[in-house]
């Protein structure tokens, strides 16, 4: 017994590291980084602590609920004519009505002529797995809600990053988006509203540093365990705040901020978190804090729209006609599994076939995607997360090569982040097209780690969207097919991050230069090195931390 906290956290850090001295065909190696970080996972300058990403903290299990409705009951058949999309939405509004509860679809392939939405807590849309239930989408959200343009201006149709076919998001919120698309009002998509000022002052918090669980509130009288709340940070006219989130020092500091007009518009940094404890003025937080809270940031706990919480999507396909793929940002919006304001959300052994875009994080947060899959003739963007999404796990995630060659004028991108989007996880995958896709507008403390990847897809973003990367990307066990450099060696590109454990690669194709000057503060460990890197997985190894890291 008189087990000090350094004792526990070495068994862990053992523990995760893995048995590196068993006998293998080829030596494993711990880099120097896992053991700086196991040291010090809350504050590691090029690491970030990503222990809790994903729904309910990164829980293995999802929450089961008990069946309430079945869709054939509501009307919905599995001939492959008949519009079942009414049926299954009357579905999951009775679920809603009843508090939630499973909504299940049986094996067989439903047409849908309309979105799905699950828009009520607490309920499941559950198919008999991906393999067996077909939900074959006739209409794009272009037909079936209306032209959306860029709020940034321009020709692009925004149906090229946002919305699903299948759009998990609270119901409020998505009349207002669609209401707003229709009235040719382009609305800002995330946690405040379509012109973000649908909130109002909790309470100021008292500065506290990057890795706190607790912070102090000046007024707790509005706070109570179990609230998601906003933890919300405005920049300065120095753009201190975005220093912050580069690591800060000459490069950052240097930088021209103030003509990056895209980026800004992203600031105020919205974070969602839920409240563990109140005591007296001490707040005790699900998460550590993601950044500094400095007064001149104005730090603070706001509200926000009602989220979506507790539902998901699991064991269906969803499949559209196999259309040619539209010219680059003129998508029409065949798109596939889309979670919008949703929190603790998820989405379990789902393919989509033929789609313009798959996976969609829209200003989603605390969500996993499991088991999930981009099938069919080629997409623009396999996966995205956008619009200040953070603490997200995507894993065994697939995206297949492509069954028709790609249009002239068409691009791929692949796992893409942007938008102040940050510290979520891209873990084991298999890509066989696509890349790496920091899409600038400064995401931050991201990490991918232990993907197989077939580097030939392109990232994206507007100049006018600032970096490409901010501090703590992590790029760890990555196994290279084509031997392409770009966007996964990033210890040239990206400021204090680390590129652990991938295999040889050169440059070619699209090459990039990096937005800072002098000194980035990267970390390049076990080049060449991708089978031997010891913990394979950054992510699983951090989770086995989390009960000491504290």
């Known amino acids: 017994m008189g087990m000090t906290r350094r004792t526990l956290l070495g068994s862990a850090v053992a523990v995760a590291a893995g048995a590196v001295t068993a006998p293998t065909a080829r030596a494993v190696e711990v880099p120097a980084l896992w053991r700086e970080f196991s040291h010090t996972p809350l504050t ?63 094996p067989g392939t439903f047409r849908i002529d309309d979105v799905i939405r699950v828009d009520r807590s607490n309920v499941v849309l559950k198919g008999a797995g991906s393999g067996r239930t077909t939900l074959y989408a006739t209409k794009n959200l272009t037909e079936l809600i209306g032209t959306y343009g860029s709020r940034y201006g321009g020709d692009k149709s925004s149906w090229s990053w946002a919305g699903g076919l299948i759009w998990l998001a609270p119901r409020a919120r998505w009349e207002s988006l669609v209401a707003a698309i229709r009235a040719k009002a382009w609305p800002f998509e995330g946690w405040t509203g379509n012109r973000r000022d649908e909130w109002r002052t909790l309470t100021e918090l008292a500065p506290a540093r990057q890795g706190s669980w607790t912070v102090t509130a000046a007024d707790t009288r509005s706070l109570r365990p179990g609230a998601l709340v906003l933890l919300r940070l405005a920049d300065d006219a120095d753009h201190t705040l975005l220093e912050h989130m580069c690591g800060g020092g000459p490069g950052p500091e240097a930088y021209v901020w103030d003509d990056k007009t895209k980026l800004t518009s992203y600031v105020p940094y919205e974070w969602p978190v839920r409240i563990t404890r109140v005591h007296g003025r001490k707040v005790t937080l699900e998460r550590p804090l993601p950044l500094d809270l400095r007064p001149e940031w104005s730090p603070q706990l706001t509200t926000h729209v009602p989220e979506l919480s507790g539902a998901g999507v699991e064991g269906l396909t969803l499949e559209a006609p196999e259309t040619p793929q539209q010219p680059h940002l003129l998508d029409k919006g065949h798109n596939g599994v889309v979670l919008q304001c949703a929190y603790d959300c998820w989405v379990d052994d789902v393919t989509v076939r033929h789609v313009d875009n798959g996976f969609g994080l829209v200003a989603a947060s605390a969500c996993t995607l499991r088991r999930t899959r981009v099938a069919g003739r080629g997409s623009h963007h396999p996966y995205f997360c956008r619009e200040g999404s953070h603490d997200n796990l995507v894993e065994d995630f697939t995206i297949e090569e492509r069954t028709s060659p790609a249009p002239t004028g068409t691009q791929l991108h692949g796992i893409n982040v942007e938008g102040l989007s940050s510290y979520n996880v891209w873990s084991r995958g298999d890509m066989r097209m696509g890349t790496f896709d920091s899409h600038r507008g400064l995401p931050f403390a991201n990490v991918r780690t232990d993907i197989t990847l077939n580097n030939s897809g392109r990232h994206g973003g507007d100049a006018s969207a600032g970096p490409l990367f901010g501090a703590r990307f992590t790029h760890w066990n990555i196994r290279v097919t084509n031997g392409r450099a770009g966007l996964v060696k990033i210890d040239g590109l990206a400021p204090y991050s680390a590129t652990v454990g991938i295999d040889e690669v050169r440059e070619f194709d699209q090459i990039d230069v990096p937005d800072f000057t002098g000194d980035l503060h990267t970390r390049l460990e076990l080049y060449g090195s991708s089978e031997s890197v010891r913990p394979r997985n950054l992510y699983e190894a951090q989770r086995r931390l989390n009960g000491v890291v504290r």
């Open 44 to 106: 590691h300058p090029q690491i970030p602590y990503v222990g809790r990403a994903g729904c309910r903290g990164g829980a293995t299990h999802f929450p089961r609920h008990r069946v309430v409705a079945d869709v054939r009951h509501f009307g919905a058949v599995a001939d492959g004519t008949t519009d079942s999309a009414p049926a299954i939405n009357r579905a999951i509004a009775a679920a809603g009505r009843a508090g939630g509860g499973t909504v299940t679809i049986p």
